[in-house]
């Protein structure tokens, strides 16, 4: 009889905990980590989760301009540049690691998340200034 593989966590490749069993109940048996498809190693972020579509793991409410998941690749790279020039030009040097992370991002998608990530750990008057100049540039003429 086959066995059965037991879940597996992703990130870090231990099981999953399982309702009604204990982690000793688990085979100790490692599994090997292979990504979902593969990168070159000069190309990869650092920050950048390994997955098939970074956008899934971006919650509904965060889905705006280059995190939208109703948007083509070339679309995105353009709000990427516009939002990079904005973090640029409202929060200079403050900025930097966002401003990279976006930069990251128009060449490998895995790197939305920790951008998001570090546009919300920006300064509450630096985030509010940078979307409201994201958000008039992109406001529609209607």
């Not at 498809?37 to 950048?48: I, L």
């Not at 705006?64 to 109703?70: A, I, V, Y």
């Amino acid at each position: 009889m086959p066995e059965i593989a037991a879940s597996r966590d992703i990130s870090t490749g231990h099981p999953v905990g399982q309702p009604g069993r204990d982690r000793r109940d688990t085979p100790s048996v490692p599994v090997p980590s292979v990504p979902p498809y593969s990168r070159d190693k000069g190309d990869k972020c650092p920050d950048c989760p390994a997955t098939l579509d970074p956008v899934a793991e971006i919650p509904t409410a965060d889905r705006f301009g280059p995190w939208s998941d109703r948007i083509d690749a070339a679309e995105r790279v353009a709000r990427l540049r516009s939002l990079r020039a904005i973090v640029r030009l409202t929060t200079g040097p403050r900025g930097k690691r966002l401003g990279d992370l976006l930069y990251r991002a128009e060449k490998d998608a895995a790197a939305l998340v920790p951008a998001l990530a570090a546009l919300n750990r920006l300064a509450t008057l630096d985030r509010r200034s940078v979307l409201a100049s994201f958000a008039a540039l992109h406001r529609s003429a209607a």
